[in-house]
């Protein structure tokens, strides 16, 4: 099926450093989120990106979050500057559209450890 | 507001026997999309199957159908046959109609598969 590339798989920093998570959505894909999976428990989501923009976003996309894709490159998630409440598995997904289209696939994660 | 609740938290079943696992969602909306992901021992996220809510009929693909029930607001997965590999995390999803593409995930519930 089609695959969503994340990149690094992990990614261990220090507090207050700045960190981007980086992810290569499915090819034909419009739309793309992230979400938070702390150790243990469900996923949450906290942005939706659509043409340049954000979409939506939720509590949890805190103002020290940020999200791109510039150029049709990498859609990225940067937290600057991280803290400790940051460490989690970070997923992000991409889905065609909406409606008869709304399967979102998701990529592998990223496993991020602030120290 | 919107909630997805799985309240089995493991199950263990023996490999080729069939697996029901209970989901119950709340949302205000009469259009919305329900979805079953599976979360591998690697942490790899599997979309498996969805149910539209305008849909009667329930969703079948391969060894997984669903067992929708809008009056109750219900909507269990059930695995045929299962196999050692079907051992994971299962969690059920949904998301609202209209432009929000935000995925609400319920707790997941641990399938061990037992040869």
Redesign the interface.
């Known amino acids: 099926?089609p695959k969503v590339l994340q990149i690094p798989s992990h990614q261990i920093i220090d507090m207050g450093q700045m960190v981007t998570l980086n992810c290569d959505p499915v090819s034909n894909h419009l739309?793309f989120?992230w979400?938070k999976q702390i150790l243990g428990?469900?996923?949450?989501?906290l942005v939706?990106f659509y043409n340049g923009k954000v979409?939506?976003k939720?509590k949890l996309f805190k103002d020290q979050f940020s999200v791109e894709r510039p150029d049709g490159s990498y859609f990225t998630l940067k937290i600057q500057p991280t803290a400790l409440e940051d460490s989690a598995?970070y997923?992000c997904a991409s889905?065609l559209g909406?409606?008869g289209y709304?399967?979102?696939?998701?990529g592998?994660?990223t496993?991020l450890t602030v120290l | 507001a919107q909630k997805v609740t799985q309240t089995q938290t493991s199950i263990s079943v023996m490999e080729k026997t069939t697996v029901t696992m209970d989901c119950v969602y709340e949302t205000q909306d009469s259009s919305y999309f329900l979805f079953w992901y599976k979360q591998t021992a690697s942490g790899e996220i599997v979309f498996l199957i969805r149910q539209d809510s305008y849909k009667k009929e329930n969703a079948t693909v391969g060894h997984y159908s669903l067992n929708f029930q809008k009056p109750k607001s219900s909507i269990g997965l059930i695995i045929t046959a299962t196999q050692i590999e079907d051992s994971a995390v299962y969690f059920c999803a949904m998301r609202e109609g209209g432009n929000n593409n935000r995925i609400f995930f319920g707790d997941g519930t641990q399938l061990v598969v037992k040869p």
């Open positions: 099926g739309y989120y979400y428990q469900q996923m949450e989501f939706n979409m939506e939720s598995v997923f889905s909406t409606g709304a399967e979102q696939f998701f592998p994660g496993r």
